[in-house]
């Protein structure tokens, strides 16, 4: 492919659309973060900065979401209209956004990679809300447009060229070939979950005639093969980072290139994990990319995952032998086994945090296709929020598939995703990640009959000191304090996910926001009479609370997109902005 064809979605009508699309959802988060503020202005609202104006038409619905018109937006600069452009919308609005003059250009290269992969989007053949409710699991995965539903800028990506975001892009859906390494025993980190060792790990991802052919090639470097742990890494990582960066490791035979495995994978949704599409059955396999996006360098480190493997051992016994989460069918990916690289001279020039840490690190994910039934399909939660070209949204393009009343397809999705959560949280004081991309769906006849969570050992946390945790897993304890435990469900479940599905619902005529929050509401009553022994914790921990910390992502990412949170201290590191009314307050068993 040429660098012409390359770029050639970098056109006038799809950087048009893009812009608009970006600027609309730019309005409404950060009118949702209140870091901007609107004045009414004839049938909508306008909003000013110094260099000119916005004026939109929107829908506010509650948690103070705003659902934007994009094709009302208009802008003025000087008294004459202007296109709509969202990095010359950064760029003014910088002021009220609270962006230092050191991290704007990063921010602002994040928006045109964002704007650049929504143009790319546009060049697909399009496949409407109601192709994907009957669509695979992969296909669904690189149809996905959005990203993060919250962040403005969620398609950073930094460090991709144009070909590399062709290549590897989770949109590009292409087959990627992972790069294999030998890395000297007693430079690495090998653990593993109970379940299987590494080596019985290795002979199923590979085979015995890949394994062979790697021998033979450690061989052929005059080295012994007993003296190396095998390890993948992301192709771009050894192109980029690996065959430079830890060139003397490689010089010095500490690292050893053994080509590519022969299975295809594809990128998901994260950027760094890859299903297996030869063998659906494999494992994930989970890499580090010295890629920045979202707020973070997507690297891995090797220490932090020598007890991955413990920590996913240990949820997993907790979900399996609780019986209320197996009478909803929850379920986990455990991460089995993982490898991380230590870099002698890194290592000494650095602290435990540094990106350098996080360069060559591997871990494996179980897949969720074995343990479907007969009639279960597979979907990404994220896929849920997606619009099509059209306005249809994907969650009602399944409801009007599924044939039942849209308030009963609800409450069985509620049953499946925010039961679980609850009864984690009010059971164990155990907390997951629980947005889109971390959920798959398992669908029946159109319906989410369960779900599956998955990145297991970076994203739960446990709140509670009298939890009694295995010493490896001890590090997943985090001290917060009572009155924002909660907001693990009030804030990552009901302002980032529902706060946008009811307005689609609404749209589409399926369910207005008073139905969709009484059926939360119902939801949540009923768990709770089914579970009277955690009233204690019930009254605790008020789900019912009229009111809740609003909490802010992209307030987060604006003050420091390189490194948004302490990993090591997120509960700290959080912004808040006054407060939002909880739409089930006033749905108690009183109320």
Same mark, same amino acid.
């Given at each position: 492919m ?8 970098l ?5 048009a ?16 973060e209140r870091l901007?503020?609107?004045v009414?202005s004839?049938?909508g609202?306008?909003?000013?900065s110094?260099?000119? +104006?916005?004026?939109?038409?929107a ?7 705003w ?8 802008r ?12 010359d ?5 910088r002021? %009220? ?5 050191? !991290?704007?250009p990063v921010?602002?290269? %994040?928006?045109?990679?964002? /704007? ?5 989007? $546009?060049?697909?053949?399009?496949l409407?809300?109601a192709?994907l409710?009957? &669509?695979?699991?992969?296909?669904? %995965? ?12 969620? @398609? ?10 062709? &290549? ?5 859906g292409r087959p990627?070939? $992972?790069?294999?390494?030998?890395v000297?025993?007693?430079r ?6 109970q379940?299987i060792?590494?080596d ?8 015995a ?7 033979e090639?450690?061989?052929?470097a005059d ?10 890494v992301?192709p ?6 690996t ?5 003397a ?13 022969d299975?295809d994978?594809? +990128? ?25 996006n979202?707020?973070?360098?997507r690297g891995?480190?090797?220490?932090y995952?020598?007890k991955?493997p &413990?920590i996913n ?13 197996k ?14 690289y230590?870099?002698?001279?890194y290592e ?9 840490r996080?360069?060559l690190?591997a $871990?494996?994910?179980?897949s ?6 007969s009639?279960? *399909?597979?979907?990404? !939660?994220?896929s849920l929020?997606?619009?099509d070209?059209?306005g ?5 393009? $399944?409801i009007?598939q599924?044939?039942?009343?849209p308030?009963?397809?609800? *409450?069985?999705?509620l ?5 679980? /959560? /609850? ?5 164990? %004081? ?5 947005h889109?991309? @971390? ?13 599956? !969570?998955?990145?297991?050992g970076e994203?739960?946390?446990?709140l ?5 945790l ?7 304890r985090a ?7 909660l907001l693990?469900i ?9 706060r ?6 609404d ?7 008073e ?9 949540v ?5 089914a ?22 992502l992209?307030?987060?990412q604006?003050r420091?997109n ?5 990993l090591?201290?997120?509960? @700290?590191?959080l ?5 939002l009314? @909880?739409?089930i307050?006033?749905?108690t068993?009183?109320?």
């Open positions: 040429t660098m012409t064809e390359a770029t050639a979605h056109r006038p009508d799809h950087w659309v893009a812009n608009r699309s970006l600027v609309r959802k730019a309005l409404a988060e950060f009118l949702h901007i503020e609107p009414a004839g049938n609202y306008t909003v000013s110094q260099a000119g +104006a916005y004026y939109f038409e829908k506010l619905y509650p948690l103070n979401h659902e934007v018109d994009a094709a009302s937006i208009t003025t600069r000087s008294g004459s209209a202007a296109p709509v452009d969202a990095l919308f950064i760029t003014e609005f002021a %009220e956004l609270g962006i230092d003059a050191e !991290m704007l921010y602002l290269e %994040e928006i045109s990679s964002t /704007l650049a992969s929504s143009a790319y989007k $546009l060049t697909k053949p399009e409407t809300a192709d409710a009957a &669509a695979d699991f992969q296909t669904i %995965e690189s149809a996905m447009t959005e990203g993060h539903p919250c962040f403005v800028a969620n @398609n950073g990506r930094l460090g991709f060229g144009v070909a590399d975001y062709r &290549a590897f892009a989770p949109e590009a990627i070939r $992972l790069v294999w390494i030998a000297r025993r007693d690495a980190t090998v653990s593993h979950s379940a060792s590494y019985e790990l290795l002979r199923d991802e590979l085979g005639s890949v394994l062979r052919r790697f021998a090639r450690i061989v052929a080295e012994a093969p007993a003296d190396y742990h095998l390890m993948p992301h771009w990582q050894w192109e980029n980072k065959s430079i960066t830890f060139a490791d490689i010089a010095q035979r500490h690292i050893i290139h053994l080509g590519t495995s299975d994978y594809q +990128a998901q949704q994260s950027i760094r994990t890859f299903f297996n599409r030869s063998h659906p059955e494999r494992n994930y396999v989970k890499t580090a990319l010295s890629v920045l979202m707020g973070f360098m891995l480190s090797a220490t995952l020598e991955t &413990a051992d240990w949820v997993y016994d907790v979900v399996e032998n609780d019986l209320v989460l009478r909803y069918g929850f379920s986990v990916l455990r991460e089995i086994a993982a490898i991380g230590h870099n002698a001279y000494a020039a650095t602290d435990k945090g540094s990106p350098y996080k360069m690190a $871990l494996w994910r179980e969720p296709v074995p343990a479907l039934d009639g279960e *399909r597979l979907a990404t !939660m994220a929020l997606h619009v070209r059209h249809k949204s994907l969650a009602g393009a $399944l009007r599924s044939g039942l009343e308030a009963a397809w609800l *409450r069985t999705y049953d499946a995703y925010l039961v679980p /959560l /609850l009864h984690c949280f009010y059971a164990y %004081e155990v907390v997951f990640m629980p889109g991309e @971390n959920l798959i769906l398992v669908l029946r006849d159109a319906v989410p009959v369960r779900v599956i !969570m998955k990145d297991i994203e739960i946390a446990v509670s000191p009298a939890t009694v295995p010493a490896d897993a001890e590090r997943v001290e917060v304090p009572d009155d924002e435990k693990s009030l804030t990552d479940v009901f302002d980032c996910i529902f946008f599905l009811s307005p689609l619902l749209a589409e005529g399926l369910l207005t926001p139905e969709f929050w009484a059926g939360v509401a119902s939801s009553r009923d768990y709770q009479a579970t009277p022994e955690l009233a204690d914790a019930f009254a605790k921990y008020d789900i019912f609370t009229p009111e809740f910390a609003l909490s802010c992209n307030r987060l604006l420091n390189q490194n948004m949170v302490d090591s201290d997120v509960a @700290n590191s912004q808040f902005a006054g407060t009314e @909880n739409p307050a006033r749905r068993p009183c109320g």
